[in-house]
């Protein structure tokens, strides 16, 4: 069988992607998995390194506001369906797998176009733009609709959770955290709080907990904090303490990460959201504050079920991270209450559940 998936620019979708691509090969070893990605993303990198073949073709965003871009859509869309067409030629897939973003919307118009399922999968817990044309697009020849959390407004949804890769669905916080806080350069004793804005970091969250560094230190808190390829942090106030605050671009690890963690403070993407709570690491999720809103809802569930505390994007600051991080980070009783709480709620095997999906769509069109 032959799958092309359809997915790129954040790790939002790549991640998913390949934890779905990984899943395919355990369960059909004879699979031919194509990706399909635009030069500007993350999968550039990424899918190439996972070992899979990448195709191109040209983003095509939808601006939020009226103006000259906006006029151009109807041509970028031409083109890129067409130069998706090329690459329905060459890889002549059964079965097209769309996760949103700039690149699934040609893949959904020239899937269409040639009678080809089509399966669409939404990471967050309110759809964009290119899943709802997706799901429109799925309802036709046996396509399937696969969401990420319960309750998604996607006609034909059904729940089975976000794909995660396999190494962090599998984790063993306790057995690894020795490992892990050494790989970083971290104290294996001390409470860690790890950070991260997602692949394209957070200036907010930066500034916040950089500008506590200080009380984080003197409270013995340490800090692994990763920053973004192009974000900063400066922590200068930790030199007097002693307590490491570890400064990273980018960490392609995130199993380790995990496992370093007492406490993560995030942004409440969908991949965030999932992989906090699967592990059992508590949290402090940081809407994104531009969207629909569905980082605020992504978070909710784990939340409302006391495994994680959410602030407002404009709320935080270094003042709040010293009345509220500082004693959560100190209070080991809560913090293992909290994991507990957030441990059960996502399923954690939704990379096979998809993959399933997948290839009886592909099944039923050859």
Known sequence: MRILLAGGGTAGHTSPLLATADALRRLDPTVEITCLGTPRGLENTVVPAAGYPLELVPPVPLPRKPGVDLLKVP?????????????????????????????????????????????VHEQNA???????????????????VAVSFPGTPLPGAEYVGLPIRRMISTL????????????????????????????????????????????LGEAGVQVLHVVG?????????????????????????????????????????????VEAAATGVPAVFVP???GNG???????????????????????????????????????????TMSAAARHLVPRDADEALARIVLEAGGAAR
């Open 75 to 119: 041509a970028r869309v031409r083109d890129a369906v067409r130069q998706t067409h090329a690459v329905l030629d060459r890889v002549d897939p059964h079965v097209v797998v769309g996760y949103g973003g700039y690149v699934s919307v040609p893949a959904y118009l020239a899937a269409r176009k040639r009678g080809l399922p089509v399966v």
């Open 126 to 144: 309110l759809p964009g733009l290119g899943n709802k044309l997706g799901a429109r697009v799925a309802s036709r020849r046996g396509g399937r």
């Open 172 to 215: 063993d916080r306790e057995a690894l955290r020795a490992e892990a806080r050494a790989f970083f350069g971290l104290d294996p004793d001390r409470p860690t709080l790890v950070v991260t804005g997602g692949s394209q970091g957070a200036r907010r969250i930066n500034q916040a907990v950089s500008g506590a560094a200080r009380q």
């Open 229 to 273: 390829a192009r974000g900063e942090a400066e922590p200068g106030a930790t030199t007097a303490t002693a307590t490491p605050y570890v400064v990273e671009h980018f960490v392609d690890r995130m199993d380790l990460a995990l496992a370093a963690a007492d406490l993560m403070v995030c942004r409440s993407g969908a991949n965030s959201v």
């Open 288 to 290: 994104l504050p531009i």
């Open 294 to 336: 569905e980082q605020d809802l992504n978070a909710r569930p784990v939340v409302e079920a006391g495994g994680a505390l959410l602030v407002r994007d404009e709320e935080l600051h270094a003042e709040w991270v010293v009345a509220n991080v500082v004693p959560l980070a100190t209070d080991a009783a809560r913090l293992a």
